[in-house]
């Protein structure tokens, strides 16, 4: 078996593969959910149709990098992945309710008329809705920490319900409403696209005010995160990410007033790369924070090297996949079924 741990920093990889992985199925599955948080509160049933049709052909291929994050940690991070996930197992089987009822809602919606209509409708929302808020539940409860005795978890089934968690949930809500609505403008236009503008400078309003919130928050969870962040020479390090983040708020809010299409999209995704940048940062190098990194929970070299050989293969060719469809895809969104 091919070893390339003497030459590599294997578990550094992995962990940069998993977190790659993680945050492209924030910002892919993160505008189609947000569509479906949106979605009840349109207009019309024409915008509505606008709105389905725009994420038809990517929703189902956005999960695509769940499944590799979930089990690239399985196979990369064996140890990591038996701690948390008993510690999280209940807000993980909430979270893939609401994806699958929002997958059988989003096909039959396609087939039905009147009433159930409108009821597969509601359906399509509130199983986005219901994956979106405990994937932010996850998220906090993850940033908190867990209880690891040993090599397992050592909490409650309940220890990730929290004040933090619950407010990490709402944030993602507004946070996935803001990358639909934003979709929504670039992929719309006319009615649909003006209810779009208004409905991302709300959402707007709340991100900002949530990610200020969760900056306040995040550095007192922890003393190695508040070091991290407030004392010399980091903060002068680190300063440009919190800098960024308000000019980017700034301008986004600018590129929607302005009526600008592709902008107020390209912002909103700079927006979740900068507070994912900031959260990696503040978590560096835990993989159950604050209990173990990277490399204490890292498979064996070998192991590693045989995986990270075959997705030095297969990444390449899902991003490719990915990139074609987007282009296939590309222009305005019709409201007639397709």
Same mark, same amino acid.
């Given at each position: 078996?091919?070893?390339?741990?003497?030459?590599?920093?294997?578990?550094?990889?992995?962990?940069?593969?998993?977190?790659?992985?993680?945050?492209?199925?924030?910002?892919?599955?993160?505008?189609?959910?947000?569509?479906?948080?949106?979605?009840?509160?349109?207009?019309?049933?024409?915008?509505?149709?606008?709105?389905?049709?725009?994420?038809?052909?990517?929703?189902?291929?956005?999960? /695509?990098?769940?499944?590799?994050?979930? !089990?690239?940690?399985?196979?990369?991070?064996? #140890?990591?992945?038996?701690?948390?996930?008993?510690?999280? %197992?209940?807000?993980?089987?909430?979270?893939?309710?609401?994806?699958?009822?929002?997958?059988?809602?989003?096909?039959?919606?396609?087939?039905?008329?009147?009433?159930?209509?409108?009821?597969?409708?509601?359906?399509?929302?509130?199983?986005?809705?219901?994956?979106?808020?405990?994937?932010?539940?996850?998220?906090?409860?993850?940033?908190?920490?867990?209880?690891?005795?040993?090599?397992?978890?050592?909490?409650?089934?309940?220890?990730?319900?929290?004040?933090?968690? #619950?407010?990490?949930?709402?944030?993602?809500?507004?946070?996935?409403?803001?990358?639909?609505?934003?979709?929504?403008?670039?992929?719309?236009?006319?009615?649909?696209?003006?209810?779009?503008?208004?409905?991302?400078? %709300?959402?707007?309003?709340?991100?900002?005010?949530?990610?200020?919130?969760?900056?306040?928050?995040?550095?007192?969870?922890?003393?190695?995160?508040?070091?991290?962040?407030? /004392?010399?020479?980091?903060?002068?390090?680190?300063?440009?990410?919190?800098?960024?983040?308000?000019?980017?708020?700034?301008?986004? %809010?600018?590129? #929607?007033?302005?009526?600008?299409?592709?902008?107020?999209?390209?912002?909103?995704?700079?927006?979740?790369?900068?507070?994912?940048? !900031?959260?990696?940062?503040?978590?560096?190098?835990?993989?159950?924070?604050?209990?173990?990194?990277?490399?204490?929970?890292?498979?064996?070299?070998?192991?590693?090297?045989?995986? #990270?050989?075959?997705?030095?293969?297969?990444?390449?060719?899902?991003?490719?996949?990915?990139?074609?469809?987007? %282009?296939?895809?590309?222009?305005?969104?019709?409201?007639?079924?397709?």
């Amino acid at each position: 078996m091919l070893d390339f741990s003497p030459l590599l920093n294997l578990p550094l990889i992995a962990g940069g593969v998993i977190a790659a992985a993680i945050f492209l199925y924030v910002l892919l599955d993160g505008f189609d959910l947000g569509v479906g948080l949106l979605f009840p509160f349109a207009p019309s049933e024409e915008c509505r149709n606008k709105m389905m049709n725009s994420i038809a052909p990517f929703w189902d291929g956005n999960e /695509t990098w769940l499944v590799l994050g979930g !089990g690239g940690l399985f196979a990369t991070f064996p #140890l990591a992945y038996a701690i948390l996930l008993p510690a999280f %197992y209940i807000p993980i089987i909430l979270m893939l309710l609401g994806l699958i009822f929002r997958g059988v809602a989003f096909e039959f919606r396609f087939k039905s008329k009147g009433k159930m209509h409108t009821l597969w409708d509601y359906s399509f929302h509130f199983g986005s809705l219901t994956a979106t808020f405990f994937q932010g539940v996850l998220l906090g409860a993850f940033v908190v920490g867990v209880s690891v005795k040993g090599r397992t978890f050592g909490g409650g089934p309940f220890d990730w319900l929290t004040a933090f968690s #619950l407010m990490t949930g709402a944030a993602l809500t507004f946070g996935y409403a803001l990358l639909g609505a934003t979709w929504t403008i670039l992929k719309t236009n006319g009615k649909t696209q003006e209810w779009a503008r208004k409905a991302a400078l %709300y959402s707007l309003l709340y991100v900002a005010l949530f990610m200020g919130l969760v900056s306040l928050w995040v550095p007192f969870l922890n003393d190695r995160i508040f070091i991290r962040w407030f /004392t010399f020479p980091n903060l002068a390090y680190l300063s440009p990410i919190p800098l960024l983040t308000a000019i980017t708020f700034i301008s986004l %809010y600018h590129s #929607l007033l302005k009526k600008q299409e592709l902008k107020p999209f390209i912002l909103a995704i700079l927006l979740f790369t900068l507070g994912y940048l !900031g959260l990696m940062v503040s978590l560096w190098p835990w993989i159950v924070p604050y209990e173990i990194s990277l490399w204490q929970a890292a498979a064996n070299p070998k192991s590693l090297s045989l995986i #990270l050989l075959g997705v030095f293969f297969l990444l390449p060719v899902t991003l490719g996949y990915t990139v074609y469809s987007y %282009y296939v895809f590309r222009g305005k969104s019709s409201h007639h079924y397709e």
